[in-house]
């Protein structure tokens, strides 16, 4: 059973996650993502020290597959629950910690399932690792990583519903793009030639930054939202951190 960190300066710990594993366990969520960073950036590594890179083709396409798909399903189940179907709204939607309709319910669940597709993308760092392709494991790789499994369970402690869910869903978008285009892109130049969207990549991150940066902001300029102007401060603050990284790393 997890216990949330409770603080003056957080937001109300939402009920009706309350037991749900991971979320609000502050040291279950530092041993796993310390353990990330030591084996992306230490432990493999040093173990790939003295020995070849290893190919691994085939894991690298199943990884990028199921991300892909993954992404997919989460979107088509998503979409029609919230912005398409659901009823929410794209200039300011809020969390009601008390609504436990089936919809709600269904898109909280979602946002939880989806937290472990964030923790399964560990999966792409070490395989970076074990080929040997360090200048991937980046400052910005791994801080990105750890922000999204963290801010996930953050989100999910104390109230993920809402503003945030339009972030999350522009997110899927860009993971399809860009993991279908590592699966594609693994079959060599023959197919690599076809994949005219490789070139625009850097530039969807940046505008994916923009869109969710602006639209998580909303809330705090909308007095009649209901939505926790620290979720919207600490999701800026975040992403500002990002794009930094990002810029700095690609330039």
């Known amino acids: 059973m997890s ?36 084996l992306a950036k230490k432990g493999i590594p040093k173990f790939m020290e003295s020995r070849k890179p290893m190919k691994l083709v085939l894991a690298s396409r199943i990884y990028s597959s199921i991300m892909t798909a993954a992404s997919i399903y989460f979107l088509m189940r998503t979409l029609p629950r919230t912005y398409f179907g659901g009823g929410y709204s794209f200039v300011c939607q809020g969390v009601d910690y008390n609504d436990r309709s089936e919809q709600t319910m269904e898109v909280i669940s979602l946002m939880y399932y989806y937290l472990y597709l964030r923790i399964f993308d560990f999966v792409g760092t070490m395989i970076y690792a074990f080929q040997k392709k360090t200048h991937r494991v980046n400052m910005f790789h791994i801080y990105h990583h750890c922000i999204s499994v963290a801010i996930g369970v953050y989100g999910l402690t104390y109230g993920v519903e809402g503003q945030a869910v339009f972030g999350v869903c522009v997110n899927m978008c860009v993971h399809v793009l860009l993991y279908s285009y590592y699966f594609l892109a693994s079959f060599g130049p023959k197919v690599q030639s076809y994949l005219f969207w490789k070139r625009h990549l850097a530039n969807i991150e940046l505008f994916q930054f923009l869109v969710i940066s602006s639209h998580i902001l909303l809330p705090v300029f909308a007095r009649s939202c209901s939505y926790p102007v620290l979720h919207s401060l600490s999701g800026i603050s975040i992403i500002a951190l990002m794009t930094i990284l990002f810029l700095t790393t690609f330039k």
């Open 3 to 38: 216990v949330a960190v409770e603080s003056p300066f957080l937001p109300t710990r939402d009920p009706r996650t309350e037991n749900w594993f991971l979320l609000g366990d502050l040291k279950l969520l530092l041993t796993l993502l310390v353990s990330y960073i030591y």
